[in-house]
């Protein structure tokens, strides 16, 4: 809750109370943190971005039932499920996608991607920064140095929020932990500071009206109350303006608050009945859609992470060390039902043109069938899907092995991935950022996977 105003009458030199300042700095993500968080260069502040919404699936769906089946492996391999055809000739994918395979012609595949990394924190920190753990294999490692190369989502904020009243960058409904919520390094913004980390949003969308906290103004700060704050701050920031420019940020902060575009892009109850339902009414659902609204908002990046399906074997998640078959047909509906509706939507209105929107995890599935019916950790080789803003539909590139094992070729590693997403942002492969020493650092050491770009 906002609360500036204090009764302490001990004043700093420009007339505002030290408590007062100490209570303004304490805010959370609506107060003086927040003008704080949109301080960022723009490395391009003249161009328009686009968008792009990150679909990242916490536990890692198998290559082998999704997008790189291997029908003619043996059986410990190949396991006890079907591959359907697709809009794409020549094309087969894992039975359960269903609606996914009427829309392969959207869709670009990366069948040959790799970490080499089988710890879900640790490959999860490389495709989320494009760098490897320093040490890859460990499980549950904590976010900090040496590992704190900024996120995606960190960068994006850092190069692309002058151009965005909202952040330019966010994470819903939460964050990717394991087990015990035991988060994943790679997810802030890392040495770059607080000031850029992508905007999380723990939410719970699918349970009736939906609001983000603190978007509102609380029933007890009446309007007049609020502008009376506003002018504290930009007392505040114009002390502070000469050495670093902060009442532009504190500006932008007021104006999250208050506008009405920031009020829209939450409002899932404009949306209509059939719009929520063609999601699905799942947490993972109504997020997408939520990503959709704030790509239409200007958002540029997205990230909607999985998140537990309650009552489903491997304790919700695709993390199918047990039971694979009876995971994929719990779990794939949902995602089906949510990735199509998803890619449907955007190119029904006329955005998918300009919107990536990319299906990925922290590493695949091992290629046999272990004695739980299950398949465990697996980094050498999986798959990863792009489909809309900038890529071709249809197309293929890179091979795996007759177990989809290890890559044949084409290989993509994450700093690849990651640089075919900022190609299709439109930043620059040259843009930099600066250490805590000031160091010049390329956002990305990768290059971008041209087979797959318009």
Known sequence: MLSLFTSETAKLCDGISRREVLTVGSLGAFGLTLPNLLQARAATPTRKPKSVIVLFLLGAPPQQETWDPKPDSPSEARGDMGVI???????????????????????????ACQTNDNAHSASGYYMTT???????????????????WPSMGAIVRKVLQPNCTLPAAVTLPEQSANDGNLTWPGQDAGFLGRGSDPWL???????????VPGLALPSDVPAKRFEERKGLLESLARSESSRDGAGTHVHRAFEMISSPQARRAFDLDSETVQTRDRYGRSRFGQSCLLARRMVEAGVPLIRVNWTRLPNSPNNGHWDTHSKNTEGMRKLMPVLDT??????????????????????????????????????DHWGPCFSVALAGGGVKGGAIHGSSDKLAAYPKDGRVLPQDLHATIYHCLGIPKGTEIHDGLGRPLAICRGEPVKQILE
């Open 85 to 111: 055809r697709t809009a794409t000739p020549g094309l087969v994918i894992g039975e359960t996608m269903v609606k996914t395979s009427r829309l392969t012609e959207k869709i670009a595949i990366l069948r």
């Open 130 to 148: 494009g760098y490897p753990h320093q040490p890859m294999q460990v499980e549950n490692a904590k976010p900090g140095a040496p590992n704190d």
């Open 201 to 211: 949003i723990n939410c719970a969308p699918e349970l009736g009206k939906f609001e």
């Open 338 to 375: 949510a990735y199509t509706a998803l890619l449907e939507d955007l190119s029904d209105r006329g955005m998918l043109d300009d919107t990536l929107v990319v299906w990925m995890a922290e590493f695949g599935r091992t290629p046999k069938i272990n004695g739980g019916g299950g398949r």
